[in-house]
């Protein structure tokens, strides 16, 4: 294998925000503030009894109500919402696929009771791609991605301004999986005051923000410095691309592979020309699949002694 480096240069990118903090922290309405400053089409995958509906009367904003966490169906919701053409998705909460029915946690017991010995390393091993697929289906999304994350809460008696000592609720740890705060180019966490804490960002602007009640000039910031670059090609496109060479060679869709990992779109979630959701990738390879197969079928039919 050789190794070809080449000069680093900015590229236009979306919005990866993650948003934690306990009940009552202001998680949904302020990513519905900066969804508006971010895009004009905006989704809403509801996972929190319709509590976002709420907010109808101040955004406008179109809702898939969900009561079944399964990590597969949010793969496919998000296949569906680049397919609508939404500029911006907002995921309330990304807890539940963690820790709600159907969500990581009891995909991977009913797994370790279907694995041999009934272990729970053994569930794990099996539902580690099926999330691995889910989180490559967002980060790999054509628009701005917001998730909400519910966090663990505890009461600790403080001290207020006048001196005395008042029960006061607190977020903790995420309820998400360990590690999953890297795969977002934004993390804040809010508090009951509605104050947002930046913790994680790679918008210099930004990094380490304090923000009472956020508005949209949070997005607008965010906005601005991602659009500073050059763009590249969406899921969509390469999609649509192979959709219209219909009689492409293997060799050609190679071609397409390639262009597709080199944009980090390999895992992007899509619907295909069947209405089903798919990997762009795992897209890609069945077309080239087919067409080595129309390539064999062709030779076998060639007359013996035909030229090459």
Not at 66 to 78: E, F, H, I, K, V
Not at 262 to 288: K, N, Q, V, Y
Request: with cysteine; charged share 30%.
């Amino acid at each position: 294998m050789s190794f070809t480096f080449t000069k680093a240069t900015k590229k236009a990118a979306k919005a990866r925000i993650a948003l934690e903090g306990p009940s009552g922290s202001g998680k949904t309405y302020t990513a519905l503030t900066t969804a508006r400053a971010l895009g004009q089409r905006i989704a809403l995958i509801d996972t929190e009894h319709r509590s976002a509906s709420l907010y109808a009367d101040e955004f406008d904003f179109d809702t898939l109500e969900l009561d079944s966490y399964d990590p597969q169906l949010l793969t496919g919701a998000l296949a569906a919402a680049a397919k609508a053409g939404y500029d911006v998705i907002v995921i309330d909460s990304l807890s539940h696929f963690w820790m709600g029915t159907d969500g990581m946690l009891e995909q991977v017991d009913r797994a370790a009771k279907r694995s041999a010995g009934g272990n729970t390393f053994g569930g794990w091993k099996e539902m580690r791609p099926t999330e691995r697929r889910m989180i490559e289906a967002m980060l790999a999304y054509p628009g701005h991605l917001i998730a909400t994350l519910r966090t663990k809460t505890e009461w600790v008696v403080e001290e207020n301004d006048r001196g005395k000592k008042v029960p006061k609720k607190i977020g903790l740890k995420a309820e998400q999986r360990e590690g999953l705060e890297y795969e977002f180019t934004l993390v804040g966490t809010m508090d009951l005051d509605n104050t947002l804490v930046v913790t994680k960002s790679r918008c210099k602007t930004l990094s380490g923000a304090v923000i009472n009640r956020p508005d949209a000039s949070f997005g607008q910031t965010l906005g601005d410095w991602l659009q500073d670059g050059e763009a590249g090609p969406t899921a969509e496109e390469i999609r649509d691309e192979v959709l219209a060479a219909p009689h492409a060679t293997y060799d050609e869709l190679i071609d397409v592979y390639r262009k597709a990992e080199r944009h980090g779109l390999l895992m992007a979630a899509i619907i295909t020309d069947t209405g089903d959701s798919a990997a762009l990738g795992d897209f890609i390879r069945g077309r080239g699949l087919e067409a080595k197969a129309r390539s064999a079928r062709a030779a076998e039919q060639e007359p013996a002694g035909a030229p090459a």
